[in-house]
């Protein structure tokens, strides 16, 4: 019976660290956007935050939370890894369930903006992009 417990005892403190983790990764970030970065970060808010925003429970910022067990950052807005290059390969390829955007979606314009915007210093990002459902929210003028 001691035993049990202390197992559970584990399983319960190791589903507390991953919660920690997954916290981690939706720190609030202010400040202004860099204008030159503006046009990507409109691209990230529209294709891309509705799987990988800063919150934890989103498609591509849990499989990321998971592959990469809170390294780095699950959200791609907080990474200072990616490169240009390795951006455009996964929007044209798209990998497990994230699907490849197509040039009439996402342009070479946009997707080097795109690219611009998650390469560079995480100062001149500004706040993370709003997520498409809170600005429908917004919109709505529903308070959360
Ligand atoms: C439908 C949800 C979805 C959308 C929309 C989406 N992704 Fe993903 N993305 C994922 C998932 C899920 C993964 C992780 C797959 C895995 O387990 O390796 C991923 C992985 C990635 C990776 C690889 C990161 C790594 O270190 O392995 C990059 C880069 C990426 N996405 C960029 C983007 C960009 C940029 C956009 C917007 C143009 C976007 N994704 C849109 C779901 C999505």
Same mark, same amino acid.
């Given at each position: 019976m001691k035993r049990?417990?202390?197992?559970?005892? /584990?399983?319960?403190?190791?589903?507390? /660290?991953g919660v920690a983790q997954a916290?981690? !990764?939706?720190?609030?970030r202010t400040g202004e956007t860099a204008a030159a970065l503006a046009p990507g970060k409109d691209v990230f808010a529209h294709w891309c935050a509705p799987c990988h925003a800063a919150e934890p429970r989103l498609a $591509? !910022?849990?499989?990321?939370?998971v592959k990469y067990e809170g390294a780095i950052p699950a959200a791609l807005e907080d990474r200072t890894d990616l !490169? &240009?290059?390795?951006?455009?390969?996964?929007?044209r390829n798209g990998v497990a369930w994230m699907p &490849?955007?197509?040039? !009439?979606e996402i342009s070479d314009a946009d997707l080097a903006?795109? $690219?611009a915007y998650?390469?560079? &210093?995480?100062?001149?990002?500004?706040?993370h992009a709003p997520r498409l459902a809170d600005e429908m929210?917004?919109?709505k003028g529903v308070q959360q």
């Open positions: 049990y417990l202390a197992i559970a005892a /584990i399983v319960i403190a190791g589903g507390m /660290i916290e981690d !990764t939706s720190a609030v $591509g !910022t849990m499989a990321l939370q !490169t &240009p290059e390795v951006v455009a390969y996964f929007v &490849p955007f197509r040039k !009439t903006a795109l $690219g998650l390469s560079a &210093p995480l100062e001149e990002r500004g706040a929210m917004a919109r």
